[in-house]
Each structure stands twice: as C-alpha cells, then as structure tokens.
C-alpha cells in the first residue's frame, strides 16, 4: 500500500530522476504494478519515470536496445527476427492483458520477484544491462542478478540483446495463463553439422534468482544432436528449488527436465525444417 505520499515528481530526463532520487524516501516507480502486492513502502515522494525517454525499442550497431521503461506490451509485439524472440515469448505469455501494458523491462528486473519471467530469456540471451547514476556501467545479466548494484541513486536505463542467430525457445508453466509460473526456462543453442553449438541453458522461478546451468550447457556442446544423449545429460541437471506452497520440489525438479528437453526437441525440429 502507498500511504502518506507527499510529493509527486514527473521528471523530462534521466539525469532529472537521478537528481530527484538524492532526495531522502523518495523513489521511482514505471509500471507501478510491484506497488499492488500489499505491504506498505515508506516513502514520502514518487518518481514517475514514464516521462524520461526510456520507452523505446531499437536497433544500433547490430545490436537491440530496449528501453528500461519499454513494457512487457510491446516487447510481446516485437519481432527481434531470431533467438531473440524468446523475450517476445516470455513478454506476452506473462500477466494479464492489462498488466502487460503497465509492467516495464526495468521495473522487473530492479524488482526481481521470484515468479518474473524476464531474468531467464535475458540469462539465455547474454544480455548487458546500462545503468546510470552512482553504479553507472554496462553489466553482463548475470553480474547484474548476483550484484547489488541498484542502491537507491542508481537507474536502469536499458537492456542490451546482442543479436541471436541460433534457435532460441522459451516457455514457462503456471496452473492457468494468469497465474504466476512456477518454473520458466529458456534454451538457445545452433546446430552445425549435425552438432549442437552455443548452448545456453536458463531456469527461473524456482530459484529466487533465475540461473544459468553452465556444466550442463558444457557437457551438451559439440554432442551430435542425438535426443536420447541429450535427454541423459538434461537428466544429470542437480539444483535444489525453493519451497512452493503447491507443488513438491520432486515435482519442480521432474518439470524443469521435462521442459529443458522439449526445448531441444524442438530445437531439433526447428533445425530439421531450416
Ligand atoms: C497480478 C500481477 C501478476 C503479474 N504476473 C507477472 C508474470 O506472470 N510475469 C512477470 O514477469 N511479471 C508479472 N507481474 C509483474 C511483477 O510482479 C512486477 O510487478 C513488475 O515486474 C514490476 O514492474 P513495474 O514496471 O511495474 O515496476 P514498478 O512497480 O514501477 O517498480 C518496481 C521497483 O523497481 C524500481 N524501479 C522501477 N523502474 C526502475 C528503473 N528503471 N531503474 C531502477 N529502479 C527501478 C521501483 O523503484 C520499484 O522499487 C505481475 C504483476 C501483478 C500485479
């Protein structure tokens, strides 16, 4: 709940938020969606960062640039023509309608609930995320999940997606499209004479960070694309998922699996039809 908010600051630039977030509890907010969950937050003064010229999605230098304040709307919309797609996926599979048209990139990743489905395709990706303010540098995704560099004077200003040229598949359960998902996973990988290459392996929502499977995605590269060796592989994953009030961690476990290995089933397929 938002309760006695004094000041209201609509800022024209990034460098004008900064400013403003010197002052003591005030803080930004973009799609403001974090802010329905209950609990109380004890700042005085609001930010709306809608205003600052975040909200685009481009291309430079054969790279994608998006805007912290893109929303999950249009992220769902676009179409990065290849691997990338798989944040267009997990954009429009997530929330509601309505909800998506509020939800920003930034917002989710400087909230970072557990069940979001952004950290997973962006882990996939390789994504670099910009930051201005105090901590300002461009960080590797992973950096950036396990710092804590977002320290109260410190902004997402975008997300960096280099560009993607393998086969990339994204898919996330949940009880219903609605519901928050319990496990969300992303697989890249190219598959060069019959070999699978640049294995990249993410898993979400069971973690209450989402993470890479660096030693799987070892062991899979260069393996002839054989469904049966890679299955034996995907079986060997070990992670110890967090405790959900619904489903047993037995239950995760044998999900994640299962939806890592149709992401390479259909990795092959894809490959078989190019
Ligand atoms: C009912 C419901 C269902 C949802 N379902 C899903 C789902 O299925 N999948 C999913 O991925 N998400 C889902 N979400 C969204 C998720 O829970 C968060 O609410 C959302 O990611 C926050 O994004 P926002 O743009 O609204 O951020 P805000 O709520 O505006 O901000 C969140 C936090 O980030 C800070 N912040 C915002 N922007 C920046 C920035 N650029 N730099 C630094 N700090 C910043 C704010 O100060 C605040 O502390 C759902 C939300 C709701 C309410």
Known sequence: ?????????????????????????VIPYAGGTSFHRGGT?????????????????????????????ARFGEIGEYDFGDGRNMLKAAASFSASNSLRNMITIGGSLASLPSWSNIP????????EISLAGTNAIVVGIEDFLDGKLLDGTTLITGIILPKAPGIGIYTRYARTTFDYSIADVAVYARVVGGRLKDVRIAVGNVFPKAKRFHEIEEKLNSVAFDPGKVATIVDSMKFPPSTNPT????????????????????????????
């Not at 997973?120 to 994504?127: D, E, F, G, H, V």
């Open 1 to 25: 709940m938002i309760k006695n908010i004094q000041e209201w600051h609509y800022p024209e630039s990034v460098e004008s938020a900064l400013a403003l977030m010197k002052k003591n509890r």
């Open 41 to 69: 937050i004890s700042a005085v003064g609001m930010i709306s960062l809608r205003k600052i010229g975040l909200s685009f999605i481009e291309e430079t230098g054969g790279k994608t640039m998006i805007g912290a304040c």
């Open 120 to 127: 997973t395709p962006l882990l996939a990706l390789n994504a």
């Open 247 to 274: 489903f047993s961690k037995e239950f995760r476990i044998n999900l994640v699996k299962t939806m890592v290995k149709r992401a390479f089933e259909q990795i092959g397929e894809q490959a078989h039809e190019n």
